[in-house]
């Protein structure tokens, strides 16, 4: 990623995202056939580093913040096409610094999430899917910080 080396840290299931309030979150939608949730996560620390080694360049932290949901842009892009079938539209991506345990989208069971590591931090990739007939849309569109 990026110029980074990016290692496989582990995978867990969870019912809901482990509360953080010190994590840049991510968020990208998708709805469709499947309604769900694709959330990168990384500490406030490391959003620096690692959006200037995306850009190859020195980054003001709010340009930061911004990578951080271009990435998650991307992986969610080119994740939906292994969707094999099923037709999902992704909504732009939300960048929040709040700790979602607490909001409607944490609580969205169940959560796979992936750790990754690389020398300038750990990040996180969350993700949550469900059929489109069994899930509320309105469980994905509320976010309050």
């Not at 949730?37 to 620096?48: G, H, M, P, T, Y």
């Not at 990754?116 to 996180?124: A, Q």
């Not at 993700?127 to 976010?143: I, K, M």
Request: glycine share 6%; aromatic share 6%.
């Amino acid at each position: 990623m990026a110029g980074l080396e990016v290692s496989s840290v582990g995978m867990r299931a969870v019912q809901v995202l482990p509360h953080d309030g010190s994590l840049v979150n991510a968020v990208v939608d998708l709805s469709g056939d499947i309604r769900g949730a694709v959330i990168l996560r990384l500490s406030k620390s490391a959003v620096l580093p690692i959006a200037s080694a995306f850009a190859h360049s020195s980054v003001s932290y709010d340009d930061a913040v911004d990578a951080v949901g271009e990435v998650a842009n991307m992986i969610t892009g080119n994740a939906k096409h292994h969707l094999y079938g099923r037709f999902a539209s992704m909504s732009p991506p939300r960048v929040l610094t709040c700790d979602l345990s607490r909001t409607d989208l944490g609580k969205l069971s169940p959560w796979l999430i992936l750790a990754f590591s690389t020398h300038v931090g750990e990040f996180y990739l969350s993700t949550s899917f469900h059929d489109s007939t069994d899930t509320p849309r309105s469980r994905f569109n509320r976010v309050a910080c």
